[in-house]
């Protein structure tokens, strides 16, 4: 049984440089129906603000959609953000965000000579898939709505079969949307994906995966979750996500990568914010003084 970490006190003093990777949607945004314990995302944003710390949102938003959270939820402004669910690396934010030109090439040859029309025309005639609005769409990013009844797996191997017949080599990331009771689909680049983008960014930084601590909470989220990427699921995820992200980890021999944050650290309630530093003192004692 892994102790639950104490309360913080003091300051944090981080002697090795750290990069903190979050999920917004329902991980760092308290968009879920669990409440979110006053004061957490405060406290995140004063501990990301440290020397030595660097932040990166890992979403499947696209940039603006990112940046209308930052204002709406008040969140501390991050390093590195990765959009579109890993299909974009964007960084230098003084010059109003750069896309990393390397990453995208590394996705190209994913998909050869098609683009997303295309594919979504391969697609057309398969039940149960309805486009997500066009914001939702991107360059190496197709999202459909699944209805929450469908059983997902007979379409996802249809659509992987099709696909790969045509010699795409896709990643599909299917999750649901719990509070809308929809299903979601991404379909992308074999090469795309969060934990590739995040191992991509920590290459690019000189770092590797000691250097990083991930959080999150659903199912596009479980790739990192079940990787050797030190990870924390917050407390507000699903029991089913909790469990399959724990059979995984069993499974993989990686059980000691993620911490499931459970509530009690600083007094709050392990959701969102509050997840997430239970998580990072768990990897990280050593960094409270
Ligand atoms: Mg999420």
Redesign the pocket.
Known sequence: MIPTPSAPSGTWAPSTPLLICT?????L?PNGAPPESPGARERFAALVGQPGLRLAYV??RHLELVQEAMAAYDLPPPHFIITDVGTRILMDPAEGWRALDAWTACLAPDWGELGPADIATLLADLPGLYPQEAEKQGPFKLSYYLPPSLAPAPLLASIRGRLQARGLRVNLVH?LDEPRRVGLLDILPASASKRHAIEFLLSVLGLTGENCVFA???G??LEVLVSPIPAVLVANATPEVRAQALAMCARAGQGDRLYCARGGFGGWNGCYAAGILEGIAHYHPDLMV
Do not use: A, E, K, V
Request: a negative charge; zero cysteines; proline letters at 0%.
């Open positions: 999920d917004l949607d329902r991980t945004i979403t499947g999750s999150g909470d659903s596009n989220d």
